[in-house]
Every structure is written in C-alpha cells, then in structure tokens.
C-alpha cells in the first residue's frame, strides 16, 4: 500500500522558513508528477507547486513564487517543500501528493493526510 506521509510542519514566525518533507512507502517519485496543495477557507485545496512530468515543468502559484521550493530525492524517496520568507496568510493544512504524467493538471493518484503550518505575526 502506498503511503505518503508529511512531516516538518509546525509553528514560524513572518519571514522565517519551515521546509516539509514527504516520505513514500512502496512508491518511487521518479517519473511521476508531484506536489504540495494547501487548504483554502473551505472545504477546497489549492496547488502551490507541482512538478509535471509532462514537459518537465514546475508550476508555482502566485502567492508563493520566489518565495516556496519544492524539490526530490529519489534514493530517499522523499519531496520536500521549503517554504522561506513565510506570512501568516501561509498558516493552513498542507497536503503532498504524487500522480502520473499528468497528474498536475488531471490529479493525483496518491495522498497525504497533510500537515499543520502556523505562521505567527
């Protein structure tokens, strides 16, 4: 059974940096698309940065571009998330994820059950 699972989360203050990491049981990374969601206000997530496999391209959202890393360690089998320069509208639930070659644009295959970030002001 595959499992994903998050850790690194936890508590920084504006403009600190927290970076999350995401192990894999039984499940390479290599090859397929992954990436972070974070929880919006509501019942709906939105993706921060995945990697697609489809063009070998890395998208980052908005609010976080130049500020948020995501990258891999395939001998690990483990993605991370390096999130610097960090504000309090960063504080949600974050949730990695892994899919096939489309799976930044069609979804993902594989969940994590997230993790909490508090940004304190």
């Known amino acids: 059974e595959v499992q994903l699972v998050e850790s690194g989360g936890g508590v920084a203050q504006t403009g600190g940096s927290l970076r999350l990491s995401c192990a894999a049981s039984?499940?390479?990374?290599?090859?397929?698309?992954f990436g972070w969601w974070r929880q919006e206000a509501g019942p709906d997530r939105e993706v921060i940065a995945c990697?697609?496999?489809?063009?070998?391209?890395?998208h980052y959202h908005s609010s976080v571009k130049g500020r948020f890393t995501i990258s891999s360690d395939a001998a690990k089998r483990t993605i991370y998330l390096q999130m610097n320069n960090l504000k309090p509208d960063d504080s949600t639930v974050y949730t990695c994820?892994?899919?096939?070659?489309?799976?930044?644009?069609?979804?993902?295959?594989?969940w994590g059950k997230g993790i909490m970030v508090n940004v304190s002001s």
């Open positions: 994820a892994a899919g096939g070659p489309s799976g930044c644009y069609n979804g993902m295959y594989f």
């Open positions: 039984d499940f390479s990374f290599e090859q397929r698309s």
């Open positions: 990697v697609s496999q489809m063009g070998d391209k890395t």
